[in-house]
């Protein structure tokens, strides 16, 4: 009889997250750009995927070489991140480093300078490399192809999937929306999504609201938010769980075309009931 090796199986999740301490990165075959003010300022054909330790998303990093306008910052002190603050988030300043490196500058003529836009690193094998703050460029280009949120991880993915599961979504007691013919959105690392028609929504309980949201997989969401007006939902409209309670991607990238016009609302803020049972609220952080 085989005798058990004392090993066990691990989840992948749990495999990856060990690594969250250290410095990653990734090389991509694709042709990067990044653009300021209608100039190409980043032009490299060795760009790699990077993760400063304990980065969620990831940000590009080319040799210096690759780069127009390059300069020692003027910075005197470079922003770090304590050890052990938990995971940085892509709301987390650029400037919030966690990796050893020089605090760079672009400098674009004579007259203007995109302070602390970058970090060369002094890692092996990612010596020489510069890591670019990616809002702080005007748009980036893979290949020909834009590039919106930042730039997309090449281990992360969506698939959407049609269900016949029946979903029942209340707020203070008040039915939002009734489904049987849902789309249901599995996003790596992300909390299971659902996606209703319109016409499965009383969609005279929302109001449209200013807010907007980019996703670099699924595109920019336009947002819903409870109408004050409707007497069933007056009491909770003001609040801050009635306010962009659910969203919409009206022209999704190509990753997430089947979730086009249909209305996802917040599991964090609603009750949601699954095929009769009751779904948890996620516990989602702050993208």
Not at 236 to 247: E, H, K, P
């Amino acid at each position: 009889m085989r005798e058990h090796s004392g090993r066990m199986a691990i989840q992948l999740k749990s495999y990856l997250a060990a690594a969250q301490d250290t410095l990653r990165f990734e090389p991509t075959a694709k042709r990067i750009r990044g653009i300021v003010d209608d100039e190409t300022v980043v032009d490299s054909n060795r760009a790699c995927l990077v993760w400063e330790p304990r980065r969620v998303v990831p940000e590009y990093a080319v040799p210096a070489a690759d780069i127009t306008g390059l300069q020692p910052s003027r910075a005197s002190i470079m922003p770090t991140v304590p050890d052990g603050a938990g995971p940085l988030y892509p709301n987390t300043p650029f400037t919030a480093h966690t990796a050893p490196g020089e605090v760079v500058d672009l400098t674009l003529g004579r007259s203007r300078t995109l302070e602390q836009v970058g970090l060369q690193l002094r890692e092996a094998p990612l010596v020489g490399y510069v890591i670019l703050d990616f809002a702080g460029l005007d748009s980036w280009l893979e290949e020909e192809e834009p590039v919106i949120g930042h730039p997309r991880d090449p281990f992360h993915r969506v698939d959407v999937r049609a269900s016949a599961r029946s979903i029942e979504i209340r707020l203070a007691g008040v039915e939002l929306a009734r489904s049987a013919a849902p789309r249901l959105a599995f996003e790596t690392n992300m909390a299971a999504r659902f996606y209703l028609p319109r016409d499965d929504v009383r969609m005279e309980l929302l109001t449209g609201s200013d807010t907007r949201s980019v996703c670099p997989y699924k595109g920019e969401a336009s947002y819903f938010s409870l109408d004050p007006g409707a007497p069933e939902t007056a009491d909770v409209a003001s609040s801050a769980r009635g306010r962009d309670i659910a969203w919409v991607y009206d022209a999704p990238l190509p990753d997430a075309v089947a979730l086009a016009g249909l209305i996802c609302f917040y599991d964090e803020k609603v009750d949601v009931t699954l095929d009769g049972v009751t779904v948890n609220h996620p516990l989602t952080p702050s993208l």
